[in-house]
């Protein structure tokens, strides 16, 4: 374990591999900075016009993602616009993790920015931009991630500790709602998530200090410490897609807990020993 980024994050989200510039990005939402890294340039950071919550590859050039108030296209120099706010009605709502499934759809979900309500939706955005909604009443959505053949996809509530599966049809339908993995007092908070390429789903854990890897089945094979206190997501990359990065938090750590995670906020990298799966790029 490696921190290989110290940037000192408030809310380090999103990292993403993009396989066309051999680089990762990821976010600090509050600070409405970007970061990239990569082997050969390390890293850096981009100031952004507009809150960005999550950012994905698009097959068009440039990004697609999720921010303080809808759908965003983001070019390739950085230019954010807004495609859609599907919850004009709650303006308290925020987008926070995103994620492209094996077809090429963006899979994002919502919830109140104080995390007080459970206001929160898992939506899907379509090649042609136009969304739905899929589930609802959520406190924390995070996640999401998807079966290595893409028939599941995996939906966490942070909040309440809990991550679901749903069936996933090849026409984007999503059903058979059940609780996979549910987690109680000590284990921390299950966050950002991903599946490695034998199946296996990895998940970093607020205030877990822990990235935890699981079978299909739910059983917990390994165990990966993290040096900080609120490591936030984690996503397979590299030119063989064999190294794990995870991003961290900052947030709300008291001046002593600072002091002993130098590197909170820092993004971190291993190489556990297996490797990923290659994302499709948003078909929009």
């Known amino acids: 374990m490696e ?8 809310l380090g989200e999103g990292p993403v591999w993009d396989s066309r510039e051999a680089a990762l990005y990821w976010v600090d939402i509050p600070a409405k900075r970007l970061f990239r890294w990569s082997h050969a340039d390390g890293h850096r950071a ?12 698009r097959a068009r050039g440039g990004f697609i993602g999720g921010g303080h108030d809808g759908f965003l296209a983001i070019s390739a120099d950085f230019a954010v ?33 104080a995390e007080g309500k ?12 136009s969304w739905q909604r899929i589930d609802s009443g959520y406190r924390v959505t995070n996640g999401p991630a998807f079966s290595r053949d893409g028939r599941t996809l995996y939906h966490t509530d ?14 984007g339908s999503a059903t058979g709602r059940r609780v996979h993995l549910q987690f109680g007092a000590g284990d921390g908070y299950p966050d950002g998530m991903t599946v490695d390429a034998e199946d296996c ?10 990235v935890a890897r699981f079978a299909p089945t739910g059983e917990c094979i390994a165990q990966l410490p993290v040096p900080v206190q609120r490591p936030t997501s984690c996503t397979f990359g590299g030119r063989d897609l064999d ?20 590197c909170a906020g820092g993004l971190f990298m291993a190489r556990p020993g297996v490797s990923g799966i290659a994302d499709v790029p948003f078909q929009g």
């Open 243 to 262: 190294c794990l990065f995870i991003t961290s938090a900052s947030r709300d750590l008291s001046a002593q807990e600072r002091a002993d995670q130098p």
């Open 3 to 10: 921190c290989i980024a110290d940037v000192g994050a408030t």
């Open 201 to 210: 789903l990895w998940i970093a854990f607020w205030d877990g200090w822990r």
């Open 46 to 57: 981009i100031a952004l016009p507009r809150d960005v919550c999550s950012l994905l590859p």
């Open 158 to 171: 942070s909040a309440r500790q809990t991550v679901h599966a749903f069936d996933l049809a090849a026409d």
């Open 118 to 129: 459970d206001s929160g939706s898992l939506y899907r955005l379509d090649p042609d931009l």
């Open 81 to 113: 616009e807004l495609i859609g706010n599907p919850e004009p009605d709650l303006p308290g709502n925020r987008f926070n993790d995103g994620k492209l499934d094996r077809q090429g759809r963006l899979w994002a979900g919502t919830m109140d920015n």
